[in-house]
């Protein structure tokens, strides 16, 4: 059940679900482009997140019962929209292991649930897996959808495309970091996420990408366009690497000539839920032409 709440004159928060599904993405997807594509006379900002969204509107313009009315009336169009969009899958290098991120979590084991081992080898533990190894193996064997940005400037929540009792789940530290390094690849409760900068934050820390995700200078060649490169609707699908190619990646893109690798797919969410590994592989496949 949807659910509606008012916050203060100029905001209103819609929760279409208490957990994160793909069903409940969509609805959010559906509705927020609703919102868009009407432009209802008052609305200053749209606000989608994992599953709900959030409406900024002037009441001198519509008052909040009439702007309620209107998400209520978009939510019942939505409910028979189809679930698919025309998206695009990105390759994400991740140095698994990274010694950066390793000093990192070492500095903060008085923080963790279990200060005796690595990130990686208490979330291999609470997923009942054997070691890191496997858990990294499972890690990026699965593409990832991007269910929401922000946070912080350019941060992608991922949310892994696989039946729910194959998610990947770790909870937070018990206290936050003061510290994450710029670009590590993360993960808190059943999302993975980037951290596009430096700063503090609670995810278990598995590796780190080369790549910048986030660029307010617009100067890295494929972020020129614009500085934040994920939206949500897309799929990520993480390639190990090593410390050669980490350093080699980054170079490359220090001197403008390196840009990940992505395509065009379309995605749809009854297709994906009939054959979930057959859908996936062929998400992935489409990068072999890129």
Known sequence: MTRYSFGGDEHIFVEIDEEMSLDAFFKSLSITKAVREAQIRGVTEICPANASFQVRFDPDVIAPDAMLAELKALESAAE????RLTTRIIEVPVFYRDPWTHETLMRFRERHQDPSGTDLDYAARVNGLPDADAFIERHHSAPWFVSMVGFVAGLPFLYQLVERERQLEVPKYLRP????????????????CIYSVRGAGGYQMFGITPMPIYDPTQTVSYLRDFMVLFNPGDIVRWRPIGREEHDHIAAEIEAGRWAPRMAKVDFDLAQWSADIDGTNARLMEALNGN
């Open 80 to 83: 028979s929209a189809p679930q």
């Open 177 to 192: 970091r003061t510290d994450t390094p710029k670009q590590t690849v993360g993960h808190g409760g059943c999302f993975g």
